[in-house]
């Protein structure tokens, strides 16, 4: 059975240090906690209004951190030159839209193909591993794949937002999807409003090998700490992951 990594998005910690200023709390010590309690990787998303994650903070994360660093970037010529800069690990090209409160859909690769693969080649050509935040469609799954993505990540928006026969429905379509990826060679990834109620049925689906949940973990860090929230988080991931090997499937497909 594949392995499924847990990537700890920080840009929370930095929302609320902005909300007074100053450096409290700082997220470079929120990943070095994460760390400590399992995480496999750190995820920041260097937004083009700066309103969480600061060129600073990518600064530090690039160096301080002994995790790799996935850095969420807008495919735009100033996020392209920061990642050529720093150098992550890996980075995940993501839509963004100034008046969104979060990342709300995917990113439209049918739309915008030849844009894509610019910024594919480009990152690629650095050793920085790419992957594209889309939503759980064939099609976009499917361009993904041309434009030479080496990996996806699926979007659980919609399945985390809604509830009975609806979500199974999101969950079944997820699941399409990174079947479909996989069978083409992409790398599987999924995250985005991830919870300790929704994790356990996306880590059951077994071509996914990693998933990147920020704003649950430093929510919940508030009431218990982060390290046992992300303890409590990577236990519910292995029993969903175990589920596979009982039954294949907890959506009945397969
Ligand atoms: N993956 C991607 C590509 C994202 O943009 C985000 C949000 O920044 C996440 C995962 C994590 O989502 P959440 O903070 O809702 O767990």
Same mark, same amino acid.
């Given at each position: 059975m594949r392995k499924l990594r847990l990537g700890v998005n920080i840009d929370h910690v930095a929302t609320i240090r902005n909300a %007074? =200023? =100053?450096?409290? @709390?700082d997220p470079v010590r929120a990943a070095r906690m994460a760390a400590e309690a399992g995480a496999d990787g750190i995820t920041a998303h260097l937004r083009e209004d700066r309103r969480h994650i600061s060129d600073h903070d990518i600064r530090r994360l690039a160096v301080e951190i002994p995790l790799p660093l996935n850095l969420e970037m807008a495919a735009t010529a100033e996020m392209l030159e920061i990642a050529l800069r720093h150098k992550p690990k890996a980075a995940c090209i993501v839509p963004e839209k %100034?008046?969104?409160? +979060? +990342?709300?859909g995917g990113l439209d690769v049918v739309g915008a193909k030849q844009h894509i693969r610019r910024y594919i080649k480009e990152l690629s050509a650095n050793n920085i591993r790419v992957s594209l935040f889309i939503d759980p469609d064939i099609e976009q799954v499917s361009a993904a794949y041309d434009v030479g993505a080496a990996v996806v990540e699926l979007h659980t928006g919609s399945y985390c937002d809604v509830l009975g026969d609806a979500r199974n429905e999101e969950l079944k379509r997820i699941a399409d999807a990174a079947e479909y990826g996989s069978a083409k060679g992409l790398e599987i990834h999924a995250g985005h409003g991830l919870s300790y109620d929704t994790v356990m049925d996306i880590a059951a689906i @077994?071509?996914?090998?990693e998933l990147n949940i920020g704003h649950f973990l430093i929510g919940e860090a508030i009431f218990v700490g982060l390290p046992p929230a992300i303890r409590h988080m990577r236990e519910l991931m292995d029993q969903g992951r175990a589920q596979i090997a009982g039954k294949r499937s907890v959506y009945g497909k397969r």
């Open positions: %007074r =200023g =100053g450096h409290h @709390p %100034r008046e969104e409160l +979060t +990342t709300e @077994p071509e996914i090998v």
